[in-house]
Nanobody, 114 residues
Framework: QVQLVESGGGLVEPGGSLQLSCVASASISSIYYMAWYRQAPGKRRELVARASNNGYIDYEDSVKGRFTISRDNVKNTLYLQMNYLKPEDTAIYYC????????WGPGTQVTVSS
């Protein structure tokens, strides 16, 4: 099992930026997909972005052009750069390590409000 810990959340005004980090307790180089999910109050958890270990990346439509996912397989860290944040981005953001682990971090709160 791999343990994941997210950081970087907080309160930001609309139009602002945040960078989330997710540090893994073990090597992530063999994990095909690393991903960011989010869950807003009263809503289902949704995929925000995912990055494969061979360079494939995709995004949920509402964050395309604003968010950038990246992974550092040497530092065992996943990142999510979030720019031009909107109030509807407010959620708890979770890091996920895909198969064979399917592990989740505890989440980090992102609040976008003026």
């Amino acid at each position: 099992q791999v343990q994941l810990v997210e950081s970087g959340g907080g309160l930001v005004e609309p139009g602002g930026s945040l960078q989330l980090s997710c540090v893994a307790s073990a090597s992530i180089s063999s994990i095909y997909y690393m991903a960011w999910y989010r869950q807003a109050p009263g809503k289902r958890r949704e995929l925000v972005a995912r990055a494969s270990n061979n360079g494939y990346i995709d995004y949920e439509d509402s964050v395309k052009g604003r968010f950038t996912i990246s992974r550092d397989n040497v530092k065992n860290t996943l990142y999510l750069q979030m720019n031009y944040l909107k109030p509807e981005d407010t959620a708890i953001y979770y890091c996920n390590a895909g198969l064979p682990y399917d592990s989740w971090g505890p989440g980090t709160q992102v609040t976008v409000s003026s």
